[in-house]
Nanobody
Framework: QVQLVESGGGLVQAGGSLRLSCVASGNIFSINVMGWYRQTPGKQRELVAT????????????NYADSTKGRFTISRDRAKNTVYLEMNSLKPEDTGVYYC?????????WGQGTQVTVSS
């Protein structure tokens, strides 16, 4: 089992920035991928960004949704078992509940979600 706790959501004006954090605990030794997804009312949960967790450094292969490329940056800190999402140039359409996600072979875990609201 892996437990995920997110933080950093909030209300921000368009053009502003927020940084989300997600701390993983429990059986973290076999996590392959860490990432962020978001969901808005009436829509399916969608990918925001992912980063691989293979290797002994904090460097991983990243993947972004087209809508977030160039504005969002995902990173991780292995020593802190934490994945971050730096969000810049936020737009009202970025509003939603952001969920942390980690994948192991055969398992997927989700955090409880953190609300991000971008006002115009």
């Amino acid at each position: 089992q892996v437990q995920l706790v997110e933080s950093g959501g909030g209300l921000v004006q368009a053009g502003g920035s927020l940084r989300l954090s997600c701390v993983a605990s429990g059986n973290i030794f076999s996590i392959n991928v860490m990432g962020w997804y978001r969901q808005t009312p009436g829509k399916q949960r969608e990918l925001v960004a992912t980063i691989t967790n293979i290797g002994s450094t904090n460097i991983g292969t990243t993947n972004y949704a087209d809508s977030t490329k160039g504005r969002f940056t995902i990173s991780r800190d292995r020593a802190k078992n934490t994945v971050y999402l730096e969000m810049n140039s936020l737009k009202p359409e970025d509003t939603g509940v952001y969920y942390c996600n980690v994948k192991q072979v055969g398992y997927t875990y989700w955090g409880q979600g953190t609300q991000v609201t971008v006002s115009s």
